[in-house]
Structures are given as structure tokens and as C-alpha cells.
């Protein structure tokens, strides 16, 4: 008996300190997965660049470089100044001395994350990770009312093919969150929107003192829905007069129709400098991916087609070298921009270019 309760004792012991060392083991994994994420180190991880209504993180963005505070994977950061009145060109002077909480306080601020699981080490190369050909990408933002980084979407690429699928996705987020900031409140007081619809994305221009709002329209039941190709758009110009804008020309024959068969179909973004503007979208032709631009000019009061160009990817082979191409007014002399439709730019490519 006295040997029995000796065993007992002994196994109580074992067991209780198997116990003590199970609780205080803990699975790094998920204490990472566990923790809040938090991108406030990630900020200052590179300059930013100006890109037309946000900055962005230069070149590459912040590569996973886990002994320079970024472990968490390959990230791009995306600042939108929360003001309509932010000086753009001043705030590209300052915004690479600004503290974490300086950009927190100025901007609305969207980081893309591709998980460190998802990249490869390239050692000798530029960037020195990249992503695997199949991956997940994830997008967050900071909560000023609860002070947290939160996701807010995300995205799976399953091949290469699927590379414009993301670059989409990305760049219509975004369009769609400047187009809240980027109009202000006199453009939408004197332009009376058609029924159904909103503004979906919009631009200013300026040409020989003539101040512009360029609009993209879209159908207010496709508003807030996510990764939705936009087609067939209407494309608005409005000009300043005095303290109103009045409309001057309107086109809802340029962004291509809807194609069931192309995952890279739609409307991208607008583009302004001086007095040009570009209109870029992507669509498939064949066993391609194309994306498109769509140049005008300001001049003389009016508003002419400058130049029309096509940059091409294998969908089966995206690594092949293809020849860009553009045309000119040498190709399709003098065209106003309501003239411009989808199926005047299909019988302009039928032709190569004129050098």
C-alpha cells in the first residue's frame, strides 16, 4: 500500500508540473496571428513619392527586411491627404520629415500586405524578396476612432496571369477613395449629377489659366461594392466660370464595354499634366492583356485626341517581351474628344503606327 501511494504521489507530481510547462509554452505562430497588427513602425520604412492626389512609397515599397522592423512581409503604403485645402506641393516637401503621428493626423492611410508565407528570397536581385506565383494580399487602414490598423479587404492570385487582377484591384480602391477627398464642394453645388449615378473618379486640369474637373460617372448601384469592373462609363469635363463649373463636354462612348471573358476588363484611372490628360483602361484582346491610354489636349478652347497607346502582356506567357505601340494625330489627324469612341480607336489600330 505504502508502495501504491508512493506511485501516486509521484505520478500527481509529474502531471501537475506537465501541466505548469504546457501553460507557459507558447506557439510563436499564433501569438503573432493573436497580437494585434500594427504598421506604425512600417511608416517611416521609405520616402513617399507624389503621385496625383497621394503619395506613395518609393520604388519597391517596403521589402520584408525583419531586422529593420519590417517582419511582417512586402508592403505598400498609400497616404491620401484628409483635406481638400492640403497643399500638395508642400506637403511633398515636408512628408518625409513627418512623424508616425503627423501622417496618422494628415492623411487616411491604406497599406497592401503580402505576407512574409507568401514570399521567396532573392538574394543578388532587386527587390531582394518577391512574391510566390500564387499568394494572398491583404489591405488596411488605420481606425482613428479605435486607434487600430484594421483590414479591411483582401484579394487571392492563383498565377501570374492573374498579376493585372491585382493591380486592379488595387488601383480601384484607391481612385474610389480619392474621389471622396478630390472634388470640392462648388464643382458638386453647380453640376447637377444624371439620375442613378456618382461620381466615381475625377481629376483637376489646368490649361492656359482655365481651371478643369474632369469626372468619371458610375451607377449608384455599383457604389461601396468591391472589385467591380467598371465599363462604359460617362466621362464629364467641366470648366471653371467665375465661381461655378459648367459643363462643356461630355463622352459615354470611350471607356470600352463590358467583356465577360477578360478578368482585366475596365476603367483605371485618370491621369492630368499641364494640359494633357490621359484616361487609362485595360481590356483583352486575343490571348492578350492590354492596357490602354487615351491622351487629349487643351487647346484653342477646345479639346482634341493627342495620342492613343497600347502596352501589351502574353496572358499564357506574361514574361514575353512585346512591343508597345502608339498612335498620333500622323494616324488620325484632328479628332475632338466626344468624336473619340471605342470603335473609332479599334479602326485606328488597324493600322500600325506612323513613325
Avoid at 206 to 214: D, L, M, R, V
Avoid at 283 to 291: R, T
Avoid at 332 to 350: M, R
Wanted: include cysteine; glycine fraction near 2%; charge should be negative.
Amino acid at each position: 500500500m505504502k508502495i501504491f501511494k508512493l506511485a501516486l504521489l509521484l505520478s500527481t507530481i509529474f502531471l501537475t508540473n506537465c501541466k505548469n510547462n504546457t501553460d507557459q509554452k507558447t506557439d510563436p505562430v499564433k501569438e503573432q496571428l493573436n497580437n494585434e497588427i500594427n504598421f506604425d513602425k512600417i511608416l517611416k520604412c521609405s520616402d513617399y513619392s507624389y503621385m496625383e492626389n497621394y503619395f506613395i512609397t518609393a520604388d519597391y515599397g517596403c521589402i520584408y527586411t525583419p531586422e529593420n522592423n519590417n517582419n511582417l512581409g512586402n508592403i505598400i503604403i498609400y497616404l491620401i491627404p484628409k483635406t481638400l485645402d492640403s497643399n500638395s506641393i508642400e506637403l511633398e516637401k515636408k512628408i518625409n520629415n513627418f512623424s508616425e503621428e503627423n501622417l496618422k493626423e494628415k492623411f487616411n492611410i491604406y497599406i497592401y500586405l503580402i505576407r512574409k508565407d507568401f514570399l521567396n528570397p532573392n538574394p543578388n536581385g532587386d527587390p531582394t524578396y518577391y512574391q510566390n506565383e500564387k499568394f494572398e494580399e491583404e489591405l488596411y487602414t488605420f481606425n482613428v476612432e479605435s486607434e487600430k490598423w484594421s483590414l479591411i479587404d483582401s484579394i487571392q492570385i492563383n498565377n501570374y496571369k492573374e498579376n493585372l487582377k491585382e493591380q486592379q484591384w488595387r488601383d480601384n480602391f484607391i481612385n474610389s477613395k480619392i474621389n471622396q477627398n478630390n472634388i470640392i464642394s462648388s464643382t458638386i453645388d453647380s453640376y447637377s449629377l444624371p439620375s442613378n449615378m456618382f461620381i466615381y473618379d475625377s481629376i483637376k486640369a489646368y490649361s492656359n489659366q482655365n481651371e478643369y474637373n474632369i469626372l468619371v460617372l458610375e451607377k449608384e448601384s455599383l457604389k461601396n461594392k468591391d472589385n467591380v469592373q467598371h465599363n462604359s462609363n460617362q466621362i464629364v469635363i467641366l470648366q471653371k466660370k467665375e465661381k461655378d463649373f459648367i459643363k462643356i463636354k461630355e463622352n459615354n462612348r470611350l471607356v470600352f464595354q463590358f467583356n465577360d471573358n477578360c478578368p482585366a476588363d475596365g476603367y483605371g484611372r485618370l491621369v492630368a499634366k499641364n494640359e494633357y490628360f490621359t484616361i487609362e483602361q485595360s481590356f483583352c484582346s486575343d490571348f492578350m492583356f492590354v492596357n490602354s491610354y487615351t491622351t487629349f489636349r487643351f487647346l484653342n478652347d477646345e479639346i482634341f485626341l493627342h495620342k492613343y497607346s497600347q502596352e501589351y502582356s502574353d496572358r499564357n506567357n506574361p514574361d514575353k517581351d512585346i512591343s508597345n505601340k502608339t498612335w498620333t494625330i500622323k494616324d488620325f489627324g484632328e479628332v475632338k474628344f466626344e468624336d473619340v469612341s471605342e470603335d473609332f480607336l479599334i479602326s485606328v489600330i488597324q493600322n500600325e503606327p506612323k513613325i
